[in-house]
């Protein structure tokens, strides 16, 4: 059975057990400040298990794009090594939100993969909770009487708290587990050894296919445990294992899921899966990560240096240097991978097909840029090893390595044996270990747990229409944090706060009781519920209160967000209809737009983009809201959905004009109250992404204030010129005459000083040698010295010269000197910089150092001739 047919009869059978099936979402988080990645099938679930929201359907199937590269789950390092670990996958599962729970979800698992997909029973383990004196909680004997009616007990495996109870993180929904284990050995093997005794030990072979969680506890915050009030059922089980198990395969990357990509990575590199273990941990490395960096760029996240896309680039890269070490891949390539990537699975995934383009060119543009860098780090290792004094390379400079130019550790270390180096790999560890604590101590939370005071109303959110309402807390909770210390997370029964999310920042205000006013400084959303950040709660906390939203701050966030429609339209109808929308930032003083399109915009295209935008505001444009839109009604309506993002059934739409789009953010009741915009820069994100910055209302007013008084300071400093356009340019015209005048006396005082400086020239131990101190810049020296070299053979040159209060240190070595002699005026330049207090570098018969100790240079020239005695 081929891997789509697989995926297929599994909703199937679900459908047929009641179930909806449902898309996956996004794999990539974009509102959720708990997690960066889905990880888990049950992340789109979480209002659900948490009691914040009532699920349309209680009984629900799909296949989840997964990603687990960071944090508790990272299978990275493990990937390519085995044959069942990735950083993507599916994970297919059934979903009960208080409706059937352990008889069912039991019985249907067997049902599916003994009756439906014909698994060897006898090949099946199963296990269940032992219990946990810690937390309390005995043998789960529900599921272990349930399996007992199905397998004969010696397949039955106790399994302790790690195995065998499932959490959603350290406080939160949780409960006991079952899950099911497939030996696929042969015969033979499991004669000789049962797979009983292998479940759970890292066989490959013997593999966990489908784990089965009865959400039935919630963790508090002292590690205590209380009954849910309604119990869940939430199952994963691996696509791409169970496709090895369906398939007959002892591989995941045997398997239809991975064998295309795996040929079209022996045909692009010329390279044979199966002729050797490093072979093929580099080509199960590219194609698993092949797919987890396309999948994310398609759901909007691009390669960056921080957060959720650092994390793509490290993929990536890990990628990108498997090839180059192990492939002899010296050139971009991985990119040409997408084509078959979405022949593969774009029927099943239709986000590939859509962003193909999008994904190749980020991909290409990422490859030529590391490669570059593998190649500075090259150098850079050369570096060291030359300036090394003994066999053993310090730890620390290998990781400054690593962490400034991201040069792979495990290739440092190659290349180091390789050249007869080792590596002192504990320093590093160290390192690397002091980074990481840093990290996790900047950003470490600890909460407290939820205090109920009262029921949240089912439309929690009011702020469309109002800006202040009564309102009481529905619960709270303290969180400390390192950098904001003490917290109060505060849920309200409604609120007039806009949460962060589409790229619009929380809204800002306060809570007034009586005489008090608490501060609102920032609002999120996280699980479906609304929460207010404040650094104190109220004295009485059960009393009603004022929520206040900071109007002015919200006005002006609503005019920059409208104004992000406007300008979507405007890149439309200039550009063409390929721009789409792929990243926003709305504050109130700011507006970011990210969008694709293939090139720079020209001067005379910002001004068209500024000049649509601006007509529409001049229009006075009315909104027009939709709040509750089917999804397909309001496409069928012109509407623009944004990729990326996860919509329900119904749907808010709002339109200006001729300009549509789903969106939950603030706007204004008009375009005129926008004002006028300003675009204030253009750039590139990435390959084939563009990012337009721009102002509204106030911002334009203090921008053009600014402009003016720097005009004005201009026209002072031209002794107030009519023209000023016309005066700049003859200072620049004047200025360009005056700097040819200069460069011919330069010239002049170069070739006088050549001969001067040739007569100066020793003879010592077979060189020709001169250090010396001169009156020329860093370009004069170099002209010099290069002059003077093709003059003169055997030449050594040390030029030292100020330059503004800085030194700068010129060293010359003729090239048949470099060879001969094992010179090298990089090192040369290197040492000597530190009696300036700098540091330089360049080819082995020319290089320069910079500092910032210009008294240091005679020293410098007076221990240039120890290099030639």
């Known amino acids: 059975m081929k891997s789509q047919e697989i995926r297929k009869s599994f909703l199937e059978f679900f459908k047929a057990k009641s179930h909806s099936i449902v898309p996956s979402a996004p794999m990539v988080l974009k509102d959720d400040p708990s997690l960066m990645f889905t990880n888990a099938g049950m992340v789109q679930f979480k209002e659900f298990f948490l009691g914040n929201s009532v699920p349309k359907n209680t009984r629900v199937t799909d296949s989840q794009k997964c990603l687990r590269v960071s944090g508790k789950h990272n299978d990275l390092e493990e990937v390519g090594h085995d044959t069942y670990h990735h950083t993507m996958f599916e994970m297919l599962g059934n979903w009960s939100f208080g409706d059937y729970f352990k008889e ?47 397998v004969p007990e010696q397949r039955i495996i106790y399994g302790n708290k790690k195995d065998n109870f499932w959490e959603m993180g350290d406080q939160g929904p949780c409960g006991p587990c079952s899950e099911i284990h497939v030996d696929i050995r042969s015969a033979e093997e499991k004669a000789k050894k049962s797979g009983r005794e292998l479940v759970n030990a890292d066989h490959p072979q013997v593999v966990e296919i489908w784990n089965l969680v009865f959400m039935q506890f919630n963790r508090k915050a002292d590690g205590s445990l209380e009954e849910l009030p309604a119990k869940h059922i939430d199952t994963g089980m691996g696509f791409e294992r169970l496709c090895m198990v369906m398939q007959g395969k002892q591989s995941n990357y045997d398997t239809d899921v991975f064998t295309p990509l795996i040929a079209e990575i022996e045909k692009i590199t010329n390279s044979t899966y ?287 967000h409208t104004a992000t429609h406007l300008l979507h339209q405007a890149l439309r109808q200039i550009l063409g209809t390929h721009v789409e929308q792929k990243g926003s930032m709305v504050q109130p003083n700011y507006m970011r ?120 300071e201009v026209q002072g400093l031209l002794k107030n010129a009519k023209d000023p356009v016309k005066a700049i340019s003859g200072l620049q015209d004047e200025n360009a005459e005056l700097k040819k005048q200069v460069e011919v006396l330069l010239k002049d005082k170069a070739k006088n000083l050549k001969s001067e400086i040739k007569n100066e020239i020793q003879e010592i131990n077979g060189f020709q040698f001169l250090a010396k101190e001169v009156d020329l810049d860093a370009g004069g020296i170099k002209d010099l010295a290069f002059q003077l070299g093709g003059e003169i053979d055997n030449l050594f040159l040390l030029f030292g010269t100020e330059q503004k209060g800085k030194a700068l240190l010129s060293c010359y070595i003729s090239k048949d000197l470099v060879g001969t002699k094992d010179l090298n005026a990089g090192t040369i330049v290197r040492e000597l910089g530190k009696y300036i207090q700098g540091g330089g570098g360049g080819q082995p018969f020319f290089a320069t150092a910079g500092g910032k100790n210009p008294a240091g240079i005679s020293e410098a020239l007076a221990e240039a001739k120890k290099y030639i005695e």
Request: aromatic share 10%; glycine share 6%.
């Open 104 to 150: 069912e979800a039991i019985n249907w698992a067997w049902e599916l993969l003994t009756e439906v997909f014909k698994i060897d029973k006898e090949s099946l383990y199963v296990s269940v909770f032992e219990g946990s004196e810690e937390d309390g909680v005995g043998l789960d004997t529900e599921a272990l009487e349930l399996w007992k009616k199905i």
């Open 274 to 560: 199966g002729k050797s273990e490093e072979t093929n941990i580099a080509i199960r490395v590219i194609a698993d990560h092949v797919r987890a960096v396309a999948f994310s760029i398609a759901d909007g996240q691009l390669p960056s240096n921080s957060g959720a896309g650092y994390v793509i680039r490290r993929i990536l890269r890990r990628a990108i240097r498997y090839g180059f070490t192990f492939l002899d891949t010296k050139e971009a390539f991985i990119y040409k991978l997408v084509e078959r990537l979405k022949t593969q699975m774009g029927d099943a995934f239709p986000e590939l097909v859509k962003q193909q383009q999008l994904i190749e060119n980020v991909i290409k543009e990422e490859e030529l840029s590391f490669l570059r860098t593998l190649e500075q780090g090259l150098v850079m290792l050369e570096n060291i090893v030359t300036e090394s004094k003994d066999k053993e390379i310090s730890g620390v400079k290998a990781f400054e390595l690593y962490d400034t130019f991201g040069f792979p550790i495990d290739l440092t270390a190659l290349i180091l044996k390789e050249k007869g180096f080792s590596l002192n790999i504990a320093e590093f560890e160290a390192e690397l270990k002091k980074q990481k604590e840093r990290s996790r101590a900047a950003t470490q939370v600890t909460s407290g747990d939820w205090e109920e005071i009262t029921d949240v109303e089912e439309n929690a959110f009011v702020g469309y229409d109002q800006l202040e309402t009564q309102v009481k807390i529905a619960k709270y909770r303290k969180v400390e944090t390192k950098k904001q210390g003490t917290l109060y997370q505060i849920v309200l029964t409604k609120t007039p706060f806009y949460p962060e999310g589409g790229g619009q920042v929380g809204d800002k205000g306060y809570l007034r009781a009586g005489d008090e006013k608490i501060s609102i400084i920032d609002t999120k959303k996280e699980s479906n519920q609304i929460i207010h950040f404040a650094k104190k709660l109220p004295q009485d906390i059960s009393a009603e209160c004022t929520a206040v939203v900071d109007a002015s701050a919200r006005a002006k966030t609503a005019a920059n």
């Open 593 to 712: 737009f990210d969008f694709s399109h293939f090139s720079k915009l020209s001067s005379e295209e910002i001004e068209q983009v500024e000049e649509f935008v601006n007509d529409r505001i001049q229009e006075s444009l009315e909104l027009e809201e939709q709040r509750n839109i089917a999804h397909q009604e309001a496409l069928d309506q012109g509407a623009i959905a944004l990729f990326g993002e996860k919509y329900g059934d119904n749907v808010r739409a709002i339109r200006f004009g001729k300009s549509m789009e789903l969106c939950g953010g603030t706007h204004v009741k008009n375009t005129a109250d926008i004002w006028y915009f300003k675009i204030t820069g253009e750039s590139a994100v990435a390959s084939g992404i563009r990012r337009i910055e721009a102002i509204t209302g106030d911002a334009v007013k203090e921008y053009f204030t600014k402009q003016t008084e720097l005009l004005e």
